[in-house]
Nanobody, 123 residues
């Protein structure tokens, strides 16, 4: 069992930056590929970014490529999403997820899911 807890969400102006974190407990963090998803009101869940177990491979949705950076610190059992040049359309609840396979997450399958953190970008 893996427990995932997101933090760091908040309100930021358009063009600003924010970093959200996902702390994991339970089974070995480094055994899992990790990812960020988001869901805005009335919209479908969207995959944002994925990182493999070692942190050496990443994937980004086209909508965030060049603005967001996913990273992880296996020693701290924590994953991060650095969000720069934020836009109002980035407003959503951001969820972290874990899966045994990097490609499973890209396919939007997951084994574990966090409770989410709200990110609001004002125009």
């Amino acid at each position: 069992q893996v427990q995932l807890v997101e933090s760091g969400g908040g309100l930021v102006q358009a063009g600003g930056s924010l970093r959200v974190s996902c702390a994991a407990s339970g089974r070995t963090f480094s055994s899992y590929a990790m990812g960020w998803f988001r869901q805005a009101p009335g919209k479908e869940r969207e995959l944002v970014a994925v990182i493999n177990r070692s942190g050496g491979r990443t994937y980004y949705a086209d909508s965030v490529k060049g603005r967001f950076t996913i990273s992880r610190d296996n020693a701290k059992n924590t994953m991060y999403l650095q969000m720069n040049s934020l836009k109002p359309e980035d407003t959503a609840v951001y969820y972290c997820a874990a899966a045994g396979s990097y490609y499973s997450l890209i396919g939007q399958a997951h084994d574990y899911w966090g409770q989410g953190t709200q990110v609001t970008v004002s125009s």
